[in-house]
């Protein structure tokens, strides 16, 4: 808006052309009077939005606790049949001395997550793996780096562009590791193939550890020495284990029974939904049905050849219970569009439009659709690819699912202290939100669409690169694309921007930052958006520092400044005054840091943003601290304290009062060790 502003005196004085100066200079003293009032909006605007803009700011990243449970394997499944020699084999290989590297590789449905989470509770294999055996259901990941950053944050690790590096490190720690892919299918089929597999040879090759990938169909991945013995896809349930099956679910059993099982395939997902109904139909009843929807669907010219699990799933929809309850179908659909399931106590909130939302999960749960994993429903991925197929949602119910998900980014506004429900939140509905943005921008968001999901994929992003929590790439370059298609360019140009932002942090790609960053600033500069160019600039210079590259990025931060300085921006020019001195700070250059520190400090004193106030003392204090000047460190340590502890940013106050301790205690190797490596890391404000 002050770019705006600015333009318009500009514009105005243009137009007057050869016009009296009289005039000319009324027009001016008019517009400037304007351009003052407006800036001092703006100005106002800056010391609100400072301090949140402080809690995003990489500087200020939410502590994301370590969450083992999310890599917990899931229990046994409570009923398994057949199997037991593939079960014996495959224990037999993991308890020997050497690794293993097992695909298990099927249709869906065919019982791979079944029959891995059952190895995994075995109990021979947890006498021997104890504790370290990891489970990762990649339903939602589309990428390398989206698999490394759910094992970094749920192992706790670093979540930046060192996680790989650290994740591979850990499960090496270990005598004995077990690490299973669940789903890996969807990173698999995304863009980043070639990426997916070096990360998994590299994971395959990490000595101690033994490596299940379930996979539906039939090829392997490339670059992993796969163990010979188990390379075919599954086989299907004999009709001795089907009928096992179905007389645990069932309970019953008559003369029509093996007929049925015949017709499901030996596919246990088939025999699972249709055993459901065995509780109340007969087999006969059932193979008359069956045969009935199988002809049906035929005749709706259902194409190809038509399988058990297509005709049982249209017999689970059709059934009684289902047609009773309309809304559940609409449901299971909405669920569809959801990888990571909703928590149920959500569904009236997410969905307002559908009534007796509860009623119809109990319906789903019981005709065996969904499935309830710790308060959360969700469908198997086969059932939901189905019914994408061939029951899409409805759009009023699209519509909801949409509007309920592009919300919740807005609760990053909410990140600020230890931690919080919103962070909760955020990180259980991460693949979630990233599955409905990039279908929404897929699906050509309408005009009216287009701002909000805009807004809230740019937050997302945002909040991946503070929390290391996931990937965005996949869905900043289609909204990038879709918003250029459409001719928004500056859309399509905050996407790019978002991605150089993005890409040193969570994924070391230095050069290709740059690039992005280069072409986001060509698109603002090209449609006068001086701002969004000088943004771009500035990050380039946090790009370059990063790679050590001292000279070129003090020169592209005096550059920045000098736009955000042309176009009045005074938090813009503070900004890149305080990373010249992050810069000076890393080349050791003390004092010229220590200049440009204090200059940034006033800069954001002028214009209130106490917390930004705050970080130049505390750097100002390390600063200090490198030289061994303790009587300046601990005053400027004290003002940080100070300020932070009014703006109620605890994590900066701990962090002031470690240094506070480091200037008190005697002074080891550790504490200037440790900030070497903050530095080196590339964040000297972390
Ligand atoms: N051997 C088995 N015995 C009994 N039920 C099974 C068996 N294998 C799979 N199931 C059940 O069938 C359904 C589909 O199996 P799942 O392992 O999810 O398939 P996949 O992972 O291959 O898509 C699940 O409900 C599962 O519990
Ligand atoms: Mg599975």
Redesign the pocket.
């Known amino acids: 808006m002050n770019s705006r502003a600015v333009d318009h005196v500009e514009t105005v004085l243009r137009s007057q052309g050869e016009e009296s100066e009289t005039k000319l200079i009324h027009v001016a003293r008019n517009s400037l009077g304007d351009l003052r009032q407006r800036l001092d909006q703006q100005s106002h605007r800056f010391a609100l939005v400072s301090v949140t803009q402080l809690t995003r700011d990489a500087s200020a990243r939410p502590n994301i606790p370590a969450d083992l449970n999310r890599i917990k394997p899931p229990p046994k499944p409570p009923i398994f049949h057949g199997r037991e020699d593939l079960v014996q084999t495959i224990v037999d290989l993991l308890l020997k001395d050497e690794t293993c590297r097992v695909p298990l590789l099927g249709a869906g449905g065919i019982g ?2 079944a029959l891995v989470t059952t190895i995994l509770n075995d109990e021979r294999v947890k006498k021997k793996f104890g504790e370290n055996v990891f489970f990762l259901s990649c339903e939602s990941l589309v990428s390398a780096s989206g698999i490394i950053l759910a094992l970094a944050s749920a192992l706790g690790l670093q979540q930046d562009a060192g996680a790989r590096q650290a994740v591979i490190h850990y499960f090496s720690s270990f005598k004995y590791v077990l690490l299973a892919l ?2 890996f299918e969807t990173t698999w089929d995304s863009d980043d193939r070639a990426e997916v597999e070096a990360l998994l040879a590299e994971l395959a090759a990490v000595s101690p550890q033994s490596l299940f990938v ?1 996979m539906r169909g039939a090829l392997r991945p490339a670059g992993v020495d796969w163990t010979d013995c188990i390379l075919d896809t599954l086989d299907p349930l004999s009709l001795d284990a089907a009928r096992r099956m179905w007389m645990r679910i069932a309970k019953k059993v008559d003369s029509k029974l093996d007929d049925l099982l015949r017709l499901l395939d030996g596919l246990p997902l088939a025999i699972m939904l249709m055993a459901q109904q065995g509780q109340v139909l007969s087999s006969s009843e059932l193979l008359t049905a069956y045969t009935e929807e199988r002809t049906s669907l035929l005749s709706q010219g259902a194409a190809g050849r038509l399988t058990s699990l297509e005709v049982s799933i249209e017999l689970s929809l059709n059934s009684r219970t289902m047609q009773a309850e309309p809304n559940a179908r609409k449901l299971l659909s909405v669920l569809c569009l959801l990888p990571d399931g909703i928590p149920m106590l959500q569904l009236n909130h997410m969905l307002p439009s559908m009534p007796h939302a509860g009623r119809s999960v109990r319906v789903l749960l019981h005709a065996a659709l969904a499935v309830n994993k710790a308060g959360r429903i969700s469908t ?2 086969p059932i939901r690819e189905f019914m994408l197929q061939k029951y899409p949602p409805e759009d009023a119910d699209v519509a909801d699912t949409r509007a309920h998900f592009t919300g919740l980014p807005q609760l990053m506004d909410r990140l600020n202290g230890p931690k919080t429900e919103a962070l909760d939140i955020l990180l259980a509905e991460f693949g979630n939100m990233n599955t409905v943005f990039l279908h929404f921008w897929r699906d050509s968001p309408g005009p009216d669409a287009v701002e909000g999901l805009l807004e809230a994929t740019l937050n997302l992003a945002q909040f991946s690169v503070l929390t290391g929590c996931g990937d965005c790439m996949l869905l900043l370059r289609t909204a990038s694309i879709s918003l250029d298609g459409t001719g928004n360019r500056q859309g399509a140009a905050q996407c790019l921007q978002s991605m150089g932002n993005a890409l040193p942090v969570l994924k070391n790609r230095y050069s290709e930052a740059m690039e992005k960053l280069e072409e986001a600033k060509a698109t603002f500069e090209a449609i006068g958006n001086r701002w969004g160019a000088a943004e771009c600039t500035q990050r380039m210079g946090d790009v370059l520092r990063m790679q050590n590259r001292y000279e070129e990025a003090m020169e592209k931060l005096e550059e920045a400044k000098a736009t955000f300085e042309s176009i009045g921006n005074r938090e813009g020019v503070a900004q890149c005054v305080r990373r010249m001195g992050d810069v000076l700070y890393m080349w050791s250059r003390y004092e010229e840091a220590t200049e440009k520190f204090e200059e940034a400090k006033v800069a954001f004193q002028a214009i209130g943003s106490h917390g930004q106030v705050a970080l130049c003392c505390k750097v100002l204090a390390e600063v200090f601290m490198a030289q061994h000047k303790t009587a300046q460190a601990q005053s400027l340590l004290h003002q940080a304290i100070d300020i932070f502890t009014s703006i109620g940013l605890l994590e900066e106050v701990h962090y002031c009062r470690s240094l506070w301790d480091e200037l008190q205690g005697p002074r080891g190797l550790w504490a200037p060790a440790r900030r070497l490596f903050r530095r080196l890391r590339g964040r000297p404000h972390s």
């Open positions: 791979k997550t669940d789903n379930t198997l991925s």
